[in-house]
T-cell receptor, first 117, second 115 residues
Framework: AQTVTQSQPEMSVQEAETVTLSCTYD???????LFWYKQPPSRQMILVIR??????QNATENRFSVNFQKAAKSFSLKISDSQLGDAAMYFC??????????????FGKGITLSVRP | NAGVTQTPKFQVLKTGQSMTLQCAQD?????MSWYRQDPGMGLRLIHY???????DQGEVPNGYNVSRSTTEDFPLRLLSAAPSQTSVYFC??????????????FGPGTRLLVL
């Protein structure tokens, strides 16, 4: 079974600075997808960024980028130029890409990010 | 295009009562799932469906039933509510055909309190 670990329960960053959120995962599969979801106080789950395991290039979405280290099974999220609206809980998630696999997402426990003005 | 919708937003039940949490999507997605979110636990899969007429259990299925009679709807039923089912429930869907379609989209959540 796959597991996702987010070992830091809370982090804080100064507005306009950069912060990195850590995530590690364990799997024996070679084909999979990794995601970061953001959950603001509204509780809506918002997709931030995704990474396909077969792609060596790290995904980037505006101020959000990932550092995907497949051999180390590490998938960290970097937020540049942090804004007050980035304050939220962030979840790392894994999804199998194997043929016949269901659509199940395995989530980490999340990290609460606060942004200081 | 409403995406994934859930009703109700908030519900209070007494122990032993039954209720159905509604979920609907208008994106013609084949895959639909129910998760529950508890403090310090992340989101855990309750049940999922890979298409109309097909459902299966997830990580924490006990106390919940599902059915999928149409592509659009995936209701979650609590037959006899227990305080341990107090949680926030999320419905999600994805096209599920591989590649970019593997991304799941979530509804706004239903907060359930069982007394």
């Amino acid at each position: 079974a796959q597991t996702v670990t987010q070992s830091q329960p809370e982090m804080s960053v100064q507005e306009a600075e950069t912060v990195t959120l850590s995530c590690t995962y364990d799997t024996s599969e070679s084909d999979y997808y990794l995601f970061w979801y953001k959950q603001p106080p509204s509780r809506q789950m918002i997709l931030v960024i995704r990474q396909e395991a077969y792609k060596q290039q790290n995904a980037t979405e505006n101020r959000f980028s990932v550092n995907f280290q497949k051999a180390a099974k590490s998938f960290s999220l970097k937020i540049s130029d942090s804004q007050l609206g980035d304050a939220a809980m962030y979840f790392c998630a894994y999804r199998s890409g194997e043929t016949g696999a269901n659509s199940k997402l395995t989530f980490g426990k999340g990290i609460t990010l606060s942004v200081r003005p | 295009n409403a995406g994934v919708t859930q009703t109700p937003k908030f519900q209070v039940l007494k122990t032993g009562q039954s209720m159905t949490l509604q979920c609907a999507q208008d994106m013609n997605h084949e895959y639909m799932s129910w998760y529950r979110q508890d403090p310090g636990m992340g989101l855990r899969l309750i049940h999922y469906s890979v298409g109309a007429g097909i459902t299966d259990q997830g990580e924490v299925p006990n106390g919940y039933n599902v059915s999928r009679s149409t592509t659009e709807d995936f209701p979650l039923r609590l037959l006899s509510a227990a305080p341990s089912q107090t949680s926030v429930y999320f419905c999600a869907s994805s096209r599920g055909a591989g590649g970019e379609w593997e991304t799941q989209y979530f509804g706004p959540g239903t907060r359930l309190l069982v007394l």
